[in-house]
């Protein structure tokens, strides 16, 4: 039964790589982005004592964060310029949507709702239900700051990648609007390099941690 459970769950795992790196193609990364938002968020999970299987959540949700974004396969998505007011409304649907691809898969209701909060802010400005502070779950947290340094510190086609250092800043200024004050802590406590980020990860059933190879 143990050894069929922990097949199973290979399975899934392999089959999200897969999905996280049709994301990145369909977003426009030259890198893993899928895979360095899991490096950096289960490291972040580490640091608050998270469980191994709320770790594991937090490595699966990360691997396919925006796949509300493929799902909805708008041109904006890709384009080189920024969004109009309409299309960042119809943009920030991509969580609920993603939630809903996340339950398709089959994954666990805790990963189904760390994809729809990763864009809620901890003032309550984020979307799409406007929860703020502790009402947001930590691995939502820990997500929106993982996924918002490795986005910055990456090129797009829009825009060339920003700095480390000024990524880090600008996590520091927005701690305590859009970012949880004792998680952007944490993460510059580890003092992540860009060289040190993954490019390619596989990750290890029930919360082993990622591989970054």
Known sequence: MVNSLLAETSLVDEKLLGISARMDQFEGYSNAHGGRVAAIADALGAAFNLASRDRFFLQQAALIHD???????????????GLTSSERIDLQRHPVIGEQEAAKLGLPRGVQLIVRWHHEWWNGA?????????????????????????????????????????????????????????VVKAFLSLQVREESLPQTVSVEPLGGGLSIL
Do not use: C, H
């Not at 090129?155 to 480390?164: E, G, H, I, L, N």
């Open 67 to 81: 796949i509300g974004e493929m799902t909805m396969n708008r041109e904006y998505i890709r384009g080189t310029t």
């Open 126 to 182: 984020g979307y799409p239900d406007g929860i703020e502070n502790e009402q947001i779950p930590v691995a939502a947290r820990i997500l929106r700051v993982a996924d918002t340094f490795s986005s910055l510190t990456a090129a797009r086609p829009f825009r060339p990648a920003m700095a480390v250092e000024n990524a880090r800043k600008y996590l520091t200024e927005w701690a305590g609007i859009e970012f949880d004050p004792a």
